[in-house]
């Protein structure tokens, strides 16, 4: 089983189907898509003498070579290892040395960053800028037939930081990658050989996921030609792409909807947008349902279980007439085809309906377990369940609602931040003695980031000091947007930080 097996059949079947657009600009044809992957594997095998299993990493914003890089690596029997455009350099570093990636491929923005970041990860040896001549190098080529790989390999490499804030490599296998594959075509939508999905968001992430399921169906992938998101170019897109589908945070959505000149755009050729990464208010859903229609799927899912764990098809958001219409469209869903979800109390015994506790998932979309670290694999899969740290309940229709994402967890703009990171980075200065980060809500990126800091006594630091200090370490959305200056944090008896507590007062002030 190699994933990559999906192209070579579509090239087969589909060959003249647009495989890879630049906003309405068709760049190849699937027969032209598969034998650039063909030569592009040859050419990572041969000129950099890779083996089977070894890791590749891709730091790039949205370009059009992104997919062909991608099926490339798969087709070689190599690990794709994505990677968050919008991280520090130095955080990027350290996925590329704890993957041990031999190949990086860069955007032309990124290349120049990364060649000087240091230290240099010790296995890596080539940096390829995208596009370039080394990189057109490599597709002259000669193709090579798809290597054969096993269910369980490891084909995606995910990096999602965790409670520690250390970043964790979750394997995703060429069974995981299938089957997340299967539960989109069951469940979210059915893609039509004429169809398109626009990668708005990082393909490095949710909206690359789904490139899979529309290469497995014939379907082109498009990149918008400003490579991110911005709804006037999304509007123009719909007036000349046909079938559209999209996925998009919570913050996107809420973006298209207020665009002045949405309700004139050509909706009629958007078929999809999919949504998740993070809370959506049902006002919000509300209004986006009567400005776009009925054309909302929402997904909860984890970098352990990518995008696979419950849904929310486009039929249960046109259900205005059932009498827990309200409360369905709040909820996440219900488990994905193929997938098993149970709430769990502390000792992962299963609870009643409407019982508030751990959410637990199960099925071939589950991670295989993180990168190098077995002890935190056995306790996040103990019992074959994926413990995913986060709150919620099912209802007697099994409907899953999330009562919080995590204990700790910040979500700003659909991109998870945890606090510990950022903790860490602030205790590195010399005046702070202690400092909790928390997450505030957000009217439009659903949260940001509020810095609790405690500074040494005799010492004093201005915010200014400390943004600098994380601009300089960490990505600039994790930094906080705010920062109170406070003698002491509240504890518990044990001297743990009351962070429902700083929430609390946060509340407060707000109110007053």
């Given at each position: 089983?190699?994933?990559?097996?999906?192209?070579?059949?579509?090239?087969?079947?589909?060959?003249t189907?647009?495989?890879?657009?630049?906003?309405?600009?068709t760049?190849?044809?699937?027969?032209t898509?598969?034998?650039?992957?063909?030569?592009?594997?040859?050419?990572l095998?041969?000129?950099?003498?890779l083996?089977?299993?070894?890791?590749?990493a891709?730091?790039?914003?949205?370009?059009?070579?992104?997919?062909?890089?991608?099926?490339a690596?798969w087709?070689?029997?190599?690990?794709?290892?994505?990677?968050?455009?919008?991280?520090?350099?130095r955080?990027i570093?350290?996925?590329?040395?704890n993957?041990?990636?031999?190949?990086c491929?860069?955007?032309?923005?990124l290349?120049?960053g990364?060649?000087?970041?240091?230290?240099?990860p010790?296995a890596?040896r080539?940096?390829?800028?995208?596009?370039s001549?080394?990189?057109?190098?490599?597709?002259?080529?000669?193709?090579?037939?798809?290597?054969?790989?096993?269910?369980?390999?490891?084909?995606w490499?995910?990096?999602?930081s965790?409670?520690?804030?250390?970043?964790?490599g979750?394997?995703?296998?060429?069974?995981?990658?299938?089957?997340?594959?299967?539960?989109y075509?069951?469940?979210?939508d059915?893609?039509?050989?004429?169809?398109?999905?626009?990668?708005?968001?990082?393909?490095?992430?949710?909206?690359?996921?789904?490139?899979?399921?529309?290469?497995?169906k014939?379907?082109?992938?498009?990149?918008?030609?400003?490579g991110?998101?911005?709804p006037?170019?999304?509007?123009?897109?719909?007036?000349r792409?046909?079938?559209?589908?999209?996925?998009?945070?919570?913050?996107?959505v809420?973006?298209?909807?207020?665009?002045?000149?949405?309700?004139e755009?050509?909706?009629q050729?958007?078929?999809?947008?999919?949504?998740?990464?993070?809370?959506?208010?049902?006002?919000?859903?509300?209004k986006?349902?009567?400005?776009?229609?009925?054309?909302?799927?929402?997904?909860?899912?984890?970098?352990?279980?990518?995008?696979?764990?419950?849904?929310?098809?486009?039929a249960?958001?046109?259900?205005?007439?059932?009498p827990?219409y309200?409360?369905r469209?709040?909820?996440?869903?219900?488990?994905?085809t193929?997938?098993?979800?149970?709430?769990?109390?502390?000792?992962?015994?299963?609870?009643?309906?409407?019982?508030?506790?751990?959410?637990?998932?199960?099925g071939d979309?589950?991670?295989?377990?993180?990168?190098?670290?077995?002890?935190?694999?056995?306790?996040?899969l103990?019992?074959?369940w994926?413990?995913?740290?986060?709150?919620?309940t099912?209802?007697?229709?099994?409907?899953?609602?999330?009562?919080?994402?995590?204990?700790?967890?910040?979500?700003s703009?659909?991109?998870?931040?945890?606090p510990?990171?950022?903790?860490?980075?602030?205790?590195?200065?010399?005046?702070?003695?202690?400092?909790a980060v928390?997450g505030?809500p957000?009217?439009?990126?659903?949260?940001?980031?509020?810095?609790?800091?405690?500074?040494?006594?005799?010492?004093?630091v201005?915010?200014?000091?400390?943004?600098?200090?994380?601009?300089?370490?960490?990505?600039?959305?994790?930094?906080?947007?705010?920062?109170?200056?406070?003698?002491?944090?509240?504890?518990n008896?044990?001297?743990?930080?009351l962070?429902?507590?700083?929430?609390?007062?946060?509340?407060?002030?707000?109110?007053?």
């Amino acid at each position: 089983m190699n994933i990559a097996q999906m192209l070579v059949n579509t090239a087969r079947h589909f060959p003249t189907h647009p495989a890879v657009s630049i906003g309405e600009k068709t760049l190849f044809d699937y027969r032209t898509l598969g034998a650039r992957v063909a030569r592009l594997a040859g050419g990572l095998l041969t000129r950099f003498r890779l083996e089977p299993g070894d890791r590749v990493a891709l730091v790039m914003r949205n370009i059009a070579e992104y997919p062909e890089i991608l099926y490339a690596v798969w087709h070689a029997g190599l690990v794709a290892v994505p990677v968050n455009a919008k991280l520090h350099p130095r955080e990027i570093a350290f996925i590329l040395e704890n993957s041990g990636s031999r190949v990086c491929f860069a955007s032309a923005d990124l290349a120049s960053g990364l060649a000087g970041v240091a230290p240099q990860p010790e296995a890596m040896r080539h940096l390829v800028e995208v596009p370039s001549r080394d990189y057109a190098r490599l597709l002259e080529n000669e193709p090579i037939a798809m290597a054969s790989r096993l269910p369980e390999d490891v084909a995606w490499l995910f990096y999602t930081s965790g409670t520690t804030g250390r970043p964790k490599g979750v394997m995703l296998t060429h069974r995981n990658l299938t089957a997340e594959t299967l539960c989109y075509l069951a469940d979210v939508d059915a893609i039509g050989e004429q169809d398109c999905i626009i990668h708005a968001a990082p393909m490095s992430h949710g909206s690359g996921l789904y490139i899979m399921p529309h290469v497995a169906k014939g379907a082109c992938n498009s990149v918008p030609e400003s490579g991110g998101y911005d709804p006037a170019e999304i509007c123009d897109l719909l007036g000349r792409c046909r079938g559209v589908t999209m996925f998009q945070a919570p913050t996107m959505v809420r973006r298209l909807i207020d665009y002045p000149r949405v309700r004139e755009a050509a909706l009629q050729n958007l078929k999809t947008i999919v949504y998740g990464g993070g809370p959506m208010y049902v006002a919000d859903l509300k209004k986006a349902l009567d400005v776009l229609g009925g054309k909302l799927v929402q997904i909860y899912g984890q970098g352990e279980s990518p995008m696979t764990i419950t849904c929310l098809s486009r039929a249960r958001h046109r259900e205005r007439e059932h009498p827990r219409y309200e409360h369905r469209l709040g909820s996440a869903g219900t488990p994905f085809t193929g997938m098993a979800v149970r709430i769990a109390d502390e000792s992962d015994r299963t609870l009643p309906a409407g019982e508030v506790g751990e959410v637990l998932a199960r099925g071939d979309a589950v991670m295989k377990g993180y990168w190098n670290n077995p002890e935190v694999t056995a306790e996040t899969l103990r019992g074959g369940w994926l413990h995913t740290g986060d709150v919620g309940t099912l209802d007697e229709d099994g409907f899953l609602t999330l009562k919080d994402r995590s204990k700790d967890l910040i979500i700003s703009g659909g991109s998870n931040i945890y606090p510990r990171e950022v903790e860490e980075v602030l205790l590195t200065h010399a005046a702070v003695s202690e400092v909790a980060v928390v997450g505030r809500p957000h009217a439009d990126w659903g949260e940001e980031v509020v810095a609790f800091v405690v500074c040494r006594t005799g010492a004093a630091v201005d915010a200014a000091t400390l943004d600098r200090l994380c601009l300089d370490n960490i990505a600039r959305f994790k930094r906080p947007k705010s920062y109170c200056f406070v003698e002491a944090l509240p504890k518990n008896n044990y001297g743990k930080v009351l962070k429902t507590e700083l929430r609390r007062i946060l509340t407060e002030r707000e109110s007053a």
